[in-house]
C-alpha cells in the first residue's frame, strides 16, 4: 500500500506564507497526480490545486496568483508554497495522490488514490 505524510502547517498571520510538503511512500510504481484539498470546518472539501506528472497545474479561483504547487517526481513529493495568506484560507489540508501501485506478483500494477492525515493551517492576527 501507499502512505501519505504531510507537513508545513501552521499558524501564521494575514500576509505571510507557509509551504506544505507532501511526501508517498509504499510500492509505488508511479504517481499520476497530486493534489491538494482544503476543509473548513461544517464546508465540503474543496480543491485547492493540482499537478499532473508532466507538470500541468490546475488552480482554484481562490488561490490563483498567490499559491503554487510542485512537485520532485524523484522524491515523490508534492509542495504547495502559499503566499500571502489570507484568514478564509483557514483550513486543515489534505494531499491526495493517483498512484500505480505494484501488485504483490510482481508484475502487475493497479490504480489507487489515496489521502494523507491533512495538516491545519491557521491564518489569524
Known amino acids: 500500500q501507499v502512505q501519505l505524510v504531510e507537513s508545513g502547517g501552521g499558524l501564521v498571520q494575514p500576509g505571510e506564507s507557509l509551504r506544505l510538503s507532501c511526501t508517498a511512500s509504499?510500492?509505488?510504481?508511479?504517481?499520476?497526480?497530486f493534489g491538494w484539498y482544503r476543509q473548513a470546518p461544517g464546508k465540503q472539501r474543496e480543491l485547492v490545486a493540482s499537478?499532473?506528472?508532466?507538470?500541468?497545474?490546475r488552480y482554484a479561483d481562490s488561490v490563483q496568483g498567490r499559491f503554487t504547487i510542485s512537485r520532485d517526481n524523484a522524491k515523490n513529493t508534492a509542495y504547495l508554497q502559499m503566499d500571502s495568506l489570507k484568514p478564509e484560507d483557514t483550513s486543515v489540508y489534505y494531499c491526495?495522490?493517483?498512484?500505480?501501485?505494484?501488485?504483490?506478483?510482481?508484475?502487475?500494477?493497479?490504480?489507487?488514490?489515496?489521502w494523507g492525515q491533512g495538516t491545519l493551517v491557521t491564518v489569524s492576527s
Open positions: 491526495n495522490a493517483g498512484v500505480w501501485v505494484a501488485k504483490p506478483d510482481g508484475v502487475n500494477q493497479e490504480y489507487s488514490a489515496f
Open positions: 509504499g510500492n509505488i510504481v508511479s504517481i499520476s497526480s
Open positions: 499537478i499532473m506528472r508532466s507538470g500541468t497545474t
